[in-house]
């Protein structure tokens, strides 16, 4: 075996070239899967694809994907983010529709640009949700969020693999809202709504731990004693960065490329 210089890496792959950076969404069923198990879709996409990925350095190389905040498992999404580093420069357009046809339905590839500063991690503080609540009734729902808002910290608890955690929710909810699903965010096929069946958007600035969905719907027991009788389904319908009136700046920018449906 070859020694390695210092220095030098241990079997040095090809540069990478140009970044392209990808908004895919996770829904119906597969709003079940882990993040590692989408991470592995992605490997097998990109393959399948062929989509000149580049590769980590070393005697294991790994494909550059870089990943964004993913969504807790049960959560369906419609703004996933990841980046994609390539040994060639690409087309956004051919690697949204390579890629779209690589992964299983439900796994939806929607657009992509290239990779321009600032990094894609400082273009997302914040993220919008909304929650669907079968069995609440949109008044009991509206008056629980009232009080939420009406309150200036509101503390759960979270049970972590390293721990209890304290977070207060209130703290970093932006604003909230209930609408119903005749007037509802448009959220995808395969997380559509049920008639009469009220919703709860929220936008809820990134924080360590972050605050998920059930930590919200958590908030709103302390406060109103709310307790849906089923369990509510969420779905992330944007993250970006935070302006002054509450609502988020595409991360993907002006130069984005829309997959052609």
């Not at 996933?80 to 890629?99: K, M, N, S």
Request: proline share 8%; with cysteine.
């Amino acid at each position: 075996m070859a020694r390695v210089r210092p220095g030098e890496a241990a079997n040095p792959a090809p540069p990478t070239v140009q970044r392209i950076r990808v908004r895919f969404a996770k829904r119906g069923r597969l709003r079940f899967l882990s993040h590692r198990d989408i991470a592995r879709a992605f490997e097998r996409a990109v393959r399948r694809a062929g989509v000149p990925v580049s590769h980590s350095h070393g005697f294991s190389p790994h494909p550059r994907l870089s990943w964004i905040g993913a969504a807790p498992t049960g959560a369906a999404s419609e703004a996933e983010y990841l980046e994609i580093g390539l040994t060639r420069e690409v087309d956004p357009a051919q690697l949204v529709d390579a890629l779209d046809r690589a992964l299983p339905s439900g796994l939806d590839v929607l657009e992509a640009a290239v990779a321009t500063p600032p990094a894609l991690a400082d273009r997302i503080d914040a993220v919008r949700w909304a929650v669907e609540l079968p069995g609440v009734a949109e008044g009991e729902l509206r008056a629980a969020v009232e009080a939420l808002l009406a309150e200036e910290s509101v503390v759960i608890e979270r049970v972590t693999p390293s721990g209890r955690k304290q977070i207060d929710v209130r703290k970093a909810l932006v604003k909230a809202a209930v609408v119903t699903a005749s007037n509802g965010p448009g959220l995808a096929t395969g997380t559509a709504a049920v008639a009469g069946c009220a919703i709860l958007t929220a936008v809820v600035r990134q924080t360590t731990p972050a605050v998920r969905p059930d930590d919200v719907l958590g908030a709103l027991d302390v406060v109103a004693g709310l307790t849906p009788p089923v369990p509510a389904r969420a779905t992330r319908m944007a993250q970006g960065l935070l302006d002054d009136s509450g609502e988020l700046a595409d991360p993907l920018g002006t130069d984005r490329v829309t997959a052609q449906v």
